[in-house]
C-alpha cells in the first residue's frame, strides 16, 4: 500500500468535515475505508461520522410507556 499524498489526506479531512460518507469519500479520493479512518482519527477527532443504518422507529419515552402499559 503506498501513502496518501499530502493533497489527498487535504482532501479527505475536509471532506470529513463537511460530512461526506466514507463511500463518497472513498469514491472521489480512491482511498480505501481504513485510510480514511484512520486519518479522521489522526486529523479530525471531534468530527461526527454516521455510523449508516436506519434510525430507531420507538424512542425511549415510547418504548417505555408500551412496557408500562403491558
Same mark, same amino acid.
Given at each position: 500500500?503506498?501513502? +496518501? &499524498?499530502? *493533497? %489527498? $489526506?487535504? %482532501?479527505?479531512? &475536509? +471532506? +470529513?468535515?463537511?460530512?461526506? &460518507?466514507?463511500? &463518497? /469519500?472513498?469514491?472521489? @479520493?480512491? *482511498?480505501?475505508?481504513?485510510?480514511?479512518?484512520? /486519518?479522521?482519527?489522526?486529523?479530525?477527532? !471531534? *468530527?461526527?461520522?454516521?455510523? !449508516?443504518?436506519?434510525?430507531?422507529? +420507538? %424512542?425511549? *419515552?415510547? $418504548?417505555?410507556? @408500551?412496557?408500562?402499559? /403491558?
Amino acid at each position: 500500500m503506498k501513502p +496518501l &499524498s499530502k *493533497a %489527498t $489526506i487535504a %482532501t479527505i479531512v &475536509s +471532506l +470529513l468535515t463537511s460530512g461526506h &460518507s466514507y463511500a &463518497s /469519500i472513498k469514491a472521489q @479520493t480512491g *482511498a480505501s475505508a481504513g485510510s480514511i479512518t484512520k /486519518i479522521c482519527q489522526d486529523y479530525c477527532p !471531534g *468530527a461526527v461520522v454516521s455510523h !449508516g443504518g436506519c434510525p430507531k422507529k +420507538l %424512542t425511549g *419515552a415510547n $418504548i417505555t410507556y @408500551t412496557k408500562r402499559g /403491558i
